[in-house]
Every structure is written in C-alpha cells, then in structure tokens.
C-alpha cells in the first residue's frame, strides 16, 4: 500500500493522537475506521434519498409494495426451520461428534 502524505490540522493530529491513547489503537487504523463510518454513512444517505423519490412516486411506490408482497413468506419456502448450518454450508447433525 502506498504512503501519501496528508496535512491535518493541529486539532485534528491532537485529536487522532488522544484517540489511538485512549483505544491503543493506532492513527493509521482510527482514520481506517472513520473513512469507512463515512463511507458507510454516504451510502446510507443516498440509499435514503432513493427511497424517498421512490415514494414520492405514486406508482413507482406501490410497484414495490406489490413485488415485495408477492416475495413474503418465501424466505423459508420449502425449509426445515430447525435445521441450522455451519458457516461452511453445510448441514450441522446434532448427536453426531
């Protein structure tokens, strides 16, 4: 990975150096941490903003609520609820070792 420089201001460069402190994390990993909060949180956002033009189309709108009725229950379809994977897809027996 490449190093790149950055000017930070004096509050900031106080304030990283407080945090890695005060988590024992270092500055590299909180502003790793804090691009993706903000990434996640810009995602978030427009994701919002998607569904608000969504519903501020009559028809657009309940198109989705149709298509979302027509897909509930099927989750399960067909499935055994008791039946519970391992994270490596396949089946877990119980009483087997």
């Not at 150096?17 to 790793?32: F, P």
């Not at 309940?62 to 519970?84: I, S």
């Amino acid at each position: 990975m490449p190093n790149i420089s950055l000017t930070i201001s004096d509050a900031t460069q106080k304030t990283l150096c407080a945090l890695a402190d005060r988590t024992g994390r270092s500055v590299e990993a909180i502003l790793d941490q804090a691009v993706e909060d903000y990434r996640r949180k810009l995602f978030f956002q427009g994701l919002a903003a998607d569904y608000a033009a969504l519903k501020a189309d009559p028809a657009a709108w309940e198109e989705e609520l149709a298509e979302r009725r027509l897909l509930e229950g099927t989750l399960m379809d067909g499935l055994d609820p008791t039946e519970q994977w391992t994270e490596d897809g396949q089946i877990q027996t119980f009483g087997s070792p």
